[in-house]
Every structure is written in structure tokens, then in C-alpha cells.
């Protein structure tokens, strides 16, 4: 069985960094796509970015690009998202998810990933 493990979620000042971490557990990763989304209160779930696990290939919504990375450790099978100048409107659940068929323009939307974490909150107060 899959799983999908966040943490690293908290409360924030605006201006400050967190680093979510996300620990992938019961299979091989290796041709994943690993996404990250967020949901705010009333808002739909949207991509934060997403990472090749196999060649460590980024993308990132236009809203964090050059804020938020993504990263991963292979031998540790956990995916990170490292979040600095973070905003009010950063404020949100942020989950993470796996995509089995890899890599590619699908990597953009919710439906493509198979699996999916539970979450982990964070604040950011102005």
C-alpha cells in the first residue's frame, strides 16, 4: 500500500521559510512524477509544482516561481518543498501526491495523481 506522509507544516510570520517534507513509502518511485498542491479555505486544490523523481526535473506554478523549490532525496524516498517569502496568501493545506505514469504535460493537473497525502497545515499571519 502506498503511502504519503507530510510534515513540516506551521505557523509563519510573513517573510519568513518553512520546508515541508513528504515521505513516499510502499512502492518504487523512480518513474514518478511527485506534485505538490495546496487548498485554501473555499478554494480549489491547485499545483504548487511538481518534480521528476527520476531526473529531478521542476515545474512551478507562476505564483511561486522563484519563492518555492521542490526537491528530492532518493534515498530517503522523500520529496521537499522548501518555501520562502512566504505570504498570507500562501496560507493553505499543502499535500502531496504521486503520479505513477511519470513525467509529462498532465503533471499540471489534480487528475493525474494517483495517490495523495493527507496534508499538512500552513499559516502564514501578515
Known amino acids: 500500500q502506498v503511502q504519503l506522509v507530510e510534515s513540516g507544516g506551521g505557523l509563519v510570520q510573513a517573510g519568513g521559510s518553512l520546508r515541508l517534507s513528504c515521505a513516499a513509502s510502499?512502492?518504487?518511485?523512480?518513474?514518478?512524477?511527485m506534485g505538490w498542491f495546496r487548498q485554501a479555505p473555499g478554494k480549489e486544490r491547485e499545483l504548487v509544482g511538481a518534480?521528476?523523481?527520476?531526473?529531478?526535473?521542476?515545474y512551478y506554478a507562476g505564483d511561486v516561481k522563484g519563492r518555492f523549490t521542490i526537491s528530492r532525496d532518493s534515498a530517503k524516498n522523500t520529496v521537499y518543498l522548501q518555501m520562502n517569502s512566504l505570504k498570507p496568501e500562501d496560507t493553505a493545506v499543502y499535500i502531496c501526491?504521486?503520479?505513477?505514469?511519470?513525467?509529462?504535460?498532465?503533471?499540471?493537473?489534480?487528475?493525474?495523481?494517483?495517490?495523495w497525502g493527507q496534508g499538512t497545515q500552513v499559516t502564514v499571519s501578515s
Open positions: 501526491a504521486a503520479d505513477s505514469s511519470g513525467w509529462g504535460p498532465h503533471i499540471i493537473t489534480a487528475d493525474a495523481y494517483d495517490y
Open positions: 510502499g512502492r518504487t518511485f523512480s518513474t514518478h512524477a
Open positions: 518534480i521528476s523523481w527520476s531526473t529531478g526535473n521542476t
